[in-house]
């Protein structure tokens, strides 16, 4: 098993980048389901995401306007949804799924003119020092500006939701909405704004698939993340550090289903292509045993409509 | 009006708009008599710059050549299955005479929408199953194999060769065994590994398997899966790939040694003509390099000119039936022979290949 040790290195690494669009989607998430609104657009937003930070980079050639422009895409995918459940009253669930589905169809049809188009990667950073070390460099140490970003996102939405004030309006909200009206904050507008926050980060994960994880348009490119990225955030049980823990193992499991194929090892490919969904399934089972875990820890108001009653 | 007033009101407007639908559906039948309707089913994109672009490349020779005398329809992005199945019988029935359709999993879909439409003619792409309605072409893609196991036989340093493939099917299979085969004529050393993506298009997933089989060692990536994800993966490492289906030089300038690309215009014209002629039949064509079905993309430049010459000789050879891709010996993995010098396997035992050759690492999945 030598043969596997060696290829822990490249393995560890090439987790962290298939971890990374599943982190960025389900934190803009975790915010969004702790303010109460479920979101269940997150691969539309990604898709949308994804074929507009790559059209913009295109044509301007530059990545970090890619990348700007992918999360505004997220951002107006998010203010659909938000006007449509937040102001029109509409339902969460109905138009969480209406909204992955145009956003699949947007981007096709946005993507059109740009499949066949290669671009350059966005640049690994290259930190002096630490990306020579021998074991840990190029694990940790040789990533691009947005896989740092997610995990710098992590600590940020931590210390926002339970270290701030802000974070902590924004968790009343999402447990009871009539308390938070009652005592003046207004709901709408701080839910309008972690949806906002949902969409651009949904719009970064995108970016991240079509400017490093593959620097190419295909339709359809997010194969099912967005969906992965809701169950982490059930399976992290809606905190920030663990759902770190949940995209990383998820990230593992499809990167070394793909080394053990390649070792010829005797296990049949199409179990081992089950197995990231497999794992996602058995700990999620794991977890819903406990039904008064998840009642905990889950936002009571999640998907409830809200109806000021001034 | 009373409501007796208004049923006959209605009875009668209903019974002139179907008197008005047939004559109309009779006139546009005489006029759409003159024109051919053929349709066209792919598994993937068009855009998607390989195989299903190629197969469209071959309808847009088919309007150039016809003009007016043809229309086309084509359906893209049909998923292998019960959709398919859908989407041919809604071609059937709205006047398509001929309909190709251009994936493996479309042939048992296929098959039964034949058996509703005796009058319409299909062709269904690299599959074995035909009737007096159905008949079957694919392109001979494992000649393309042998020259390019060639190339890769000279050019790996590691010895190890990365292969991403999509599902485990004879086609798929034999692709991989004509490359070994020519690979370890030139390089005894060398092996290949494989691995199985499961899909005919998933960017991601390519790119990934590509990685793991670059961080395995291998330095020549080859592809059965239709994005140009893994062509860029070994740009990225500074290694060397082969495209798949069409040329993918422009995601991998450097590393692009060739493709083997699929040229469908000859075979979709020929087929249209023989059904406006009324020679229509059902048959199997399996054309090579010899037939114009499939060429190679241009070479890099980067290539030693000896081995270029060597991949052209042997290109040659198979054009002329000197060289045949599967000529004995050929051992299995354990080491078994299974075909001795001097014997050729035959279209039949391609057609049904399900094991690998010696020098191919892991086992096939079942």
């Known amino acids: 098993m030598i043969a596997v040790f060696d290829s822990l290195a490249p393995i560890l690494a090439a987790m962290i980048t298939a971890a990374t669009p599943l982190l960025l989607a389900a934190l803009g998430e975790v915010v969004t389901e702790k303010s109460g609104v479920l979101n269940l657009g997150v691969e539309g937003m990604m898709l949308v995401g994804a074929v507009s930070g790559f059209a913009v980079t295109v044509t301007t050639g530059s990545h970090a306007m890619g990348i700007l422009m992918a999360a505004c895409a997220g951002v107006v995918m998010a203010l659909i949804f938000a006007f449509l459940t937040l102001t029109l009253l509409a339902n969460q669930v109905a138009t969480g799924l209406a909204l992955t589905l145009f956003g699949t169809g947007l981007s096709a049809l946005i993507g059109q003119g740009f499949v066949g188009t290669p671009i350059p990667r966005l640049p690994e950073l290259n930190l002096p020092g630490l990306s020579d070390l021998p074991f840990i460099g190029p694990i940790l140490f040789s990533h691009d500006a947005l896989v740092y970003l997610g995990l710098a996102m992590v600590g940020a939405v931590s210390w926002f939701l339970y270290d701030t004030r802000a974070g902590l309006v924004l968790r009343a909200i999402g447990e009871s909405h009539e308390a938070a009206h009652a005592i003046g904050f207004s709901v709408l507008g701080i839910r309008y704004l972690a949806v906002m926050f949902g969409g651009a980060m949904a719009g970064l994960a995108g970016a991240y698939l079509s400017l490093a994880y593959t620097p190419m348009w295909a339709e359809n490119m997010s194969s099912g993340r967005g969906w992965i990225a809701l169950a982490l955030v059930v399976f992290a049980t809606w905190k920030p550090g663990r759902l770190l823990l949940g995209a990383w193992l998820f990230g593992f499991v499809s990167i070394a289903e793909l080394h053990v194929q390649g070792l010829g090892l005797r296990v049949p490919s199409q179990f081992l292509s089950m197995l990231p969904y497999l794992a996602t399934i058995f700990v999620l089972v794991l977890i819903s045993r406990d039904a008064t875990r998840i009642r905990l820890n889950a936002p009571a108001c999640l998907g409830k409509v809200f109806h000021p009653d001034a | ?366």
């Open chain 2, 1 to 366: 009006m009373n409501r007796r007033t208004f049923h006959k009101t209605l009875a009668g407007l209903a019974g002139a708009a179907a008197v008005l639908a047939l004559t109309a559906g009779g006139t546009s039948h005489a006029s759409a008599a003159d024109k051919l309707k053929v349709g066209f089913v792919y598994v993937g994109p068009i855009s998607d710059h390989g195989y299903s672009y190629q197969h469209d490349l071959g309808r847009q020779a088919v309007v150039k050549e016809f003009g007016d005398k043809v229309e086309t329809t084509f359906v893209e992005n049909v998923p292998e299955g019960a959709d398919a199945e859908r989407v041919v019988e809604q071609l059937a029935s709205s006047g398509h005479k001929l309909i190709f359709t251009t994936s493996f999993g479309f042939m048992n879909p296929t098959l039964k929408v034949a058996q509703r439409h005796p009058e319409v003619f299909f062709e269904h792409a690299t599959g074995y199953k035909r009737s007096a309605n159905l008949a079957t072409y694919a392109a001979r893609f494992y000649e393309g194999r042998t020259v390019v196991g060639l190339i890769a036989g000279k050019l790996t340093k590691s010895n190890i060769i990365g292969y991403v493939a999509s599902h485990p099917i004879p086609e798929v299979i034999s692709g991989i065994n004509a490359f070994t085969l020519a690979l370890r004529e030139v390089n005894p050393k060398a092996e290949v590994r494989v691995i199985w993506v499961n899909s005919w298009y998933d960017p991601g997933k390519e790119a990934a398997a590509a990685k793991a089989l670059i961080d395995q060692g291998a330095d020549v990536i080859l592809q059965h899966t239709d994005s140009p994800a893994p062509v860029q993966a070994a740009e990225e490492r500074g290694l060397w790939s082969v495209g798949q289906s069409s040329d993918m030089t422009r995601f991998g300038p450097k590393s692009h040694l060739t493709a083997i690309v699929d040229d469908w215009s000859g075979y979709y014209t020929a087929r249209v003509k023989a059904v406006m002629d009324g020679t229509w039949k059902s048959q199997d064509t399996w054309g090579g390099f010899k037939d114009k079905m499939l060429y190679l993309a241009p070479y890099n430049p980067a290539i030693p000119k000896d081995v270029v010459a060597l991949a052209e000789t042997a290109r040659q050879n198979i054009i002329e039936g000197k060289r045949h891709p599967f000529q004995g010996p050929i051992k299995d993995q354990s080491g078994k022979e299974i075909l001795a010098q001097g014997k050729t396997l035959t279209d039949e035992q391609i057609l049904k290949m399900d094991y690998y050759v010696e020098g191919v690492q892991g086992q096939i999945p079942r």
